[in-house]
């Protein structure tokens, strides 16, 4: 299994831009790369997922470099509701997916 | 609102009592998953059906069984379970297991206090 590693926490102020970078030095060549946000006692909710280069949907922008060992999840102009903690997953989708830690992103006014 | 739901969002029970966790999901996905957050702790994936086969089961205790009888519904039956299994048990479901693109749906949970 691809381990990944995060930071434990980040703090940012409202509208600035956030990148969440998250470490997989042994991805295999099948594997994808995805995020998840999770509130205060809910479920994780998927954000972005890519495979190389850059990926951007109407939420966020991942950046995954050419040897894919590191990803950057970037939110633009973050706001108080984006506090929550954001998970980065390695893995080709076989149930070998797992959460980590985590990356706590709080969002001060 | 997801497309999962699981009831009940709260249940506390002790430890002799036998209790369900239900898990319905109306996405037309294959497979379903159960996870346990405990406070402070990663997700842990406890059990993955697929096709209503499981798939796998992360070394769980035994007090912990799940059920799938069909593809849109899957169960957790709780018996003599013990104070640290307290935690928020959470459902998720995705189109299939084998994809690249595995999103997971997740449900809001249940919140379990064992006492």
């Known amino acids: 299994l691809a381990k990944t590693t995060q930071p434990i926490s980040m703090d940012s102020y409202e509208g600035q831009e956030v990148n969440i970078t998250c470490s997989h030095n042994?991805?295999?060549?099948?594997?994808?790369i995805t995020w998840y946000q999770q509130f205060p006692s809910q479920g994780p909710r998927f954000i972005i997922q890519?495979?190389?280069t850059k990926v951007t949907n109407e939420v966020a922008s991942l950046f995954i470099p050419a040897d894919r060992k590191s990803s950057t999840l970037s939110l633009p102009r973050v706001s108080l509701s984006d506090t929550a903690v954001y998970y980065c997953?390695?893995?080709?989708?076989?149930?070998?997916?797992?959460f980590g830690a985590g990356t706590r992103l709080t969002v001060k006014p | 609102e997801t497309g999962v739901t699981q009831t009940p969002r709260h249940l506390v029970m002790g430890m002799t009592n036998k209790k369900s966790l239900k898990c319905e999901q109306h996405?037309?996905?294959?497979?379903m998953y159960w996870y346990k957050q405990s406070a402070k702790k990663p997700l842990e994936l406890m059990f993955v059906?697929?096709?209503?086969?499981?798939?796998e089961n992360n070394s769980v205790p035994s007090r912990f069984s799940p059920e799938c009888p069909n593809s849109s519904h899957l169960f957790l039956h709780l018996h003599t379970l013990q104070p640290e299994d307290s935690a928020l048990y959470l459902c998720?479901?995705?189109?299939?297991?084998?994809?690249?693109?595995?999103?997971?749906?997740f449900g809001p949970g249940t919140r379990l206090t064992v006492l």
């Open positions: 998720a479901s995705s189109l299939g297991t084998g994809s690249s693109y595995n999103e997971q749906f």
């Open positions: 042994n991805i295999a060549t099948n594997d994808y």
């Open positions: 890519g495979y190389k």
């Open positions: 997953l390695v893995g080709d989708g076989n149930n070998d997916m797992r």
């Open positions: 996405l037309g996905h294959n497979a």
């Open positions: 059906y697929s096709l209503e086969e499981r798939v």
